[in-house]
């Protein structure tokens, strides 16, 4: 059997925590950069897919034109297309399929889009050049990615600090970029896109309503003891289990602060091919 080029390493996983995040995305809160560059009838690929609730909005966006939402876990895959049969979307089909080897001839979608994956690949710049292969010319890549140093929130709190710094190390480990939405641009460029077809920008979400804030701070209690994220800790010898039930603590304090506000920086950009 031959070794995968790219072992690539999903820091996040699939844990109810994690999928609770994806399911709440939409192509308003998670694409909006993108929407100005749809139209009905274009045919879309979405790397990266997960639950599918981006791609299907996404696909309600350009029906009647096919979409395909593309995953590594078949767990998701499967989830996603329970979520299309829900919501009757009869223009979208899922599979699952590596950013690295895309199962599609080139130049066949308008539009190839991929949110928050660039930053869990050890080779953006080759899942690029992929993602630009399967791209019809004149259409384009919309890429875009969070970007974990540029995360700010308040009131202070020493623990969520620990909580960054134990991500990156993480990250780090997997051979991933955490800080992947500052160089997007730079990546795009690597990987032969024409600079004068290159737009890049940056979104943010922000959670500081209470309802918002007690969102985020369980999801993340949640990751920090539960998910793949607190599996590699321990693994990589970065943290053990009272230290990220410290941490896990310090998201729900935070998340307790009636003045407590989060950010979440993104970098983004469309690319012509």
């Known amino acids: 059997m031959n070794t995968p080029v790219h072992a690539d390493v999903y820091t996040h996983g699939h844990h109810e925590s994690v999928l609770r995040s994806h399911r709440w995305r939409t192509a308003a809160n998670s694409a909006a950069y993108l929407l100005p560059s749809l139209a009905p009838g274009?045919?879309?690929?979405?790397?990266?897919?997960?639950?599918?609730?981006?791609?299907?909005?996404?696909?309600?966006?350009?029906?009647?034109?096919?979409?395909?939402?593309?995953?590594?876990?078949?767990?998701?895959?499967?989830?996603?297309?329970?979520?299309?049969?829900?919501?009757?979307?009869?223009?979208?089909?899922?599979?699952?399929?590596?950013?690295?080897?895309l199962p599609f001839d080139d130049d066949t979608f308008d539009v190839v889009h991929a949110h928050q994956v660039l930053q869990h690949l050890s080779d953006p710049v080759a899942a690029l050049r992929e993602m630009r292969r399967v791209t019809r010319p004149g259409g384009v890549v919309a890429v875009r990615d969070a970007d974990y140093a540029g995360m700010t929130w308040f009131p202070p709190s020493p623990g969520l600090d620990e909580w960054q710094a134990l991500y990156q190390e993480v990250t780090e480990a997997n051979r991933?970029?955490?800080?992947?939405?500052?160089?997007?641009?730079?990546?795009?460029?690597?990987?032969?896109?024409?600079?004068?077809?290159?737009?890049?920008?940056?979104?943010?979400?922000?959670?500081?309503?209470?309802?918002?804030?007690?969102?985020?701070?369980?999801?993340?209690?949640?990751?920090?003891?539960?998910?793949?994220?607190?599996?590699?800790?321990?693994?990589?010898?970065?943290?053990?289990?009272?230290?990220?039930?410290?941490?896990?603590?310090?998201?729900?304090?935070?998340?307790?602060?009636?003045?407590?506000?989060?950010?979440?920086?993104?970098?983004?950009?469309?690319?012509?091919?």
């Not at 997007?184 to 896109?193: D, E, I, Y």
């Not at 290159?198 to 918002?212: F, K, L, Q, R």
């Not at 920090?224 to 729900?252: T, Y």
């Open 42 to 101: 274009q045919s879309l690929l979405d790397v990266g897919c997960g639950p599918g609730s981006v791609t299907i909005d996404l696909a309600s966006r350009v029906a009647p034109g096919a979409v395909v939402g593309v995953d590594t876990s078949s767990k998701v895959i499967e989830i996603a297309r329970t979520a299309a049969a829900d919501a009757g979307a009869a223009n979208v089909s899922f599979d699952v399929a590596d950013a690295y080897e």
């Open 176 to 273: 991933a970029e955490a800080d992947a939405g500052r160089r997007l641009l730079s990546w795009v460029r690597a990987a032969g896109f024409a600079p004068a077809g290159i737009a890049p920008s940056a979104g943010v979400w922000c959670y500081a309503t209470p309802e918002d804030r007690t969102w985020w701070a369980e999801l993340w209690a949640d990751r920090c003891v539960k998910s793949n994220f607190a599996a590699q800790a321990i693994d990589h010898h970065l943290a053990d289990e009272v230290g990220l039930e410290l941490l896990a603590d310090a998201w729900r304090e935070w998340g307790a602060e009636p003045d407590g506000w989060f950010t979440v920086l993104h970098g983004e950009v469309v690319a012509r091919a």
